[in-house]
């Protein structure tokens, strides 16, 4: 009942009194020997006129006025979901992460299983038409020779074919980590190779431990990203919120790491790694060396944001209601920050997978045979291997992809956040 008089006490009071005017002119014509009923006709029918377009307006603005109950995360996916570029970007990460998870049973082959009978085999043709008939998909086996440099030539025997097969069984894994299997979505029989980016120089298929090599690379940066802003989170909000010598104290500690150059503390930090490190250890030595590097900036950002927050109403209010401190700064300080945290997660991701494809490039982070793709550029160090076996680059096209996505997202996310931005577009 409140909002109908709310209404209706914003919308008709202007027709209200046009019609006691109108009526007040109609009974002076009136006793002047006019016609009221000719006079009032018109004006009468313009004041409901008048009352339909103020009902047409308030109906047209239903729309607009629903925005105002959406929260800010809302209002940015509305605008997030405008951009083209944003939503294709979006969309290739999205593809990118689900082909890492299901690689075990996306990728022919295990990562480890190489022939030195196929070192650099190039793309295998997959064929559908055999003698002037349409067949299906197959291969044919793969023969080599040596030509006056030494170097060898891969030729097609089409004496032997192999037909593509789906979810054939394959090399034994366990799906998800929990069930064992063999089974793979697509592949030849052996002794046939599918190679479908090419081989490296063991005969290890590329295109294999591409999928199981993202796995390594995208979760570093997840995992490590993940890490780092918890990490820049907690200190940055108590720094802010307590002031005086915590601050000092923490903010001189964030200056001590961001002085030193990004790459050489990363190689600093992996120096003291132990040799002897399993792979899954050097995994994980790898992620909690990238996530010490990038928590200090972050840190330095949320302080100052949470030096403002802290003299809200909300927060004088949790003090006053008796939250200790920790409470205050996670329940009501920290949550305020998350617009800027989730655009400075997207910008920084791609800084991890680079870092960790630096570090395996040079031998310091993810070993051979584990696949990262990273390592896998070590064979494109050689200018020679790159020339005669260019599908080597491979994994640096899809670091480029990635890193590209990343950032566009993330400034996608930048522009729909940051109401400044909005206003110097409108």
């Not at 022939?115 to 650099?120: A, P, T």
């Not at 160090?381 to 491979?394: G, R, T």
């Amino acid at each position: 009942m409140t909002n109908k008089r709310k209404k209706s006490f914003f919308n008709l009071p202007v027709c209200h009194s046009r019609r006691s005017r109108l009526l007040r002119d109609g009974k002076r014509r009136a006793n002047q020997g006019g016609n009221p009923g000719g006079n009032l006709g018109s004006p009468l029918k313009d004041c409901g006129d008048d009352i339909a377009f103020s009902c047409k307006t308030d109906f047209k603005s239903r729309g607009s006025e629903s925005q105002c109950h959406l929260s800010q995360f809302q209002l940015a996916m509305k605008e997030f979901k405008k951009s083209p570029k944003a939503l294709i970007c979006l969309y290739i990460l999205v593809v990118l992460y689900a082909a890492a998870i299901f690689a075990d049973v996306l990728a022919p082959y295990h990562y480890n299983n190489e022939d030195r009978q196929h070192s650099y085999a190039p793309p295998t043709k997959i064929h559908c038409i055999d003698k002037g008939q349409l067949h299906f998909p197959f291969v044919y086996a793969q023969t080599f020779s040596f030509d006056e440099f030494h170097k060898r030539v891969y030729q097609e025997d089409t004496t032997q074919k192999y037909s593509l097969r789906i979810f054939f069984k394959g090399d034994r894994y366990k799906f998800l980590g929990l069930i064992s299997t063999d089974i793979h979505l697509f592949g030849v029989e052996a002794p046939g190779k599918l190679y479908l980016f090419g081989a490296d120089s063991r005969g290890r298929d590329v295109f294999s431990r591409l999928l199981y090599g993202a796995r390594i690379s995208l979760s570093i940066g997840i995992i490590g990203v993940l890490i780092s802003f918890i990490l820049g989170l907690l200190v940055g909000g108590i720094a802010g919120y307590y002031g005086g010598v915590v601050d000092n104290i923490l903010m001189r500690g964030c200056e001590m790491f961001m002085m030193v150059p990004g790459f050489y503390l990363m190689l600093a930090l992996r120096s003291a790694v132990p040799e002897n490190f399993s792979s899954l250890q050097v995994y994980f030595a790898v992620v909690v060396i990238l996530s010490f590097i990038g928590w200090a900036g972050l840190a330095r950002i949320i302080r100052g944001m949470s030096i403002s927050l802290r003299e809200r109403e909300y927060v004088l209010a949790a003090k006053a209601m008796g939250l200790s401190d920790f409470a205050i700064i996670t329940r009501h300080i920290l949550p305020h920050t998350l617009s800027y945290s989730i655009v400075a997660i997207m910008l920084s991701i791609p800084g991890y997978i680079l870092g960790e494809a630096a570090l395996s490039l040079i031998g310091l982070g993810i070993q051979d045979p584990l696949a990262s793709w990273g390592n896998m550029l070590t064979d494109a160090m050689n200018i020679a291997h790159i020339q005669f076996h260019p599908w080597i680059l491979l994994p640096g096209l899809f670091i480029f992809i990635t890193v590209i996505s990343f950032n566009i997202v993330g400034d996608v996310l930048r522009d729909c956040f940051d109401p400044l931005m909005k206003g110097v577009e409108e």
